[in-house]
């Protein structure tokens, strides 16, 4: 059974920062495109960062994505936090398609739970 599960977030104040965890089943650790999504309330998911096999990488604004192969970890590194930050962070995995991009949540069948971001003025 394929797991995704999130950990890391919480209530910052704005211009802090976060790194956010998401620990990804072995059985397609080293086999998927992961991602990074957030939703914001009454605000369609949105994607923000993602990581192919080859460790290429896509980010949108100032945030940073890595892997961590020996915990089977894609992490989240998210700078200078505003109060829009605000949102459900979401990883998800998808089968490495010819290049590994956020662009679109629709394609990627394996979520974890998410976990909270609060970012206050």
């Known amino acids: 059974q394929v797991q995704l599960v999130e950990s890391g977030g919480g209530s910052v104040q704005a211009g802090g920062s976060l790194r956010l965890s998401c620990v990804v089943s072995?059985?397609?650790?080293?086999?998927?495109?992961l991602a990074w999504f957030r939703q914001a309330p009454g605000k369609e998911r949105e994607g923000i960062a993602s990581i192919g096999t080859d460790g290429t990488t896509a980010t949108k604004g100032p945030v940073t994505i890595g892997k961590d192969n020996a915990k089977n970890t894609v992490w989240l590194q998210i700078d200078n936090l505003k109060p829009e930050d605000t949102a459900m962070y979401y990883c998800?995995?998808?089968?490495?398609?010819?290049?590994?991009?956020?662009?679109?949540?629709?394609?990627?069948?394996?979520w974890g739970q998410g976990t909270q971001v609060t970012v206050s003025s």
């Open positions: 998800a995995a998808r089968t490495m398609p010819r290049f590994c991009s956020y662009s679109s949540s629709t394609l990627f069948p394996y």
């Open positions: 072995e059985s397609i650790y080293s086999s998927h495109c």
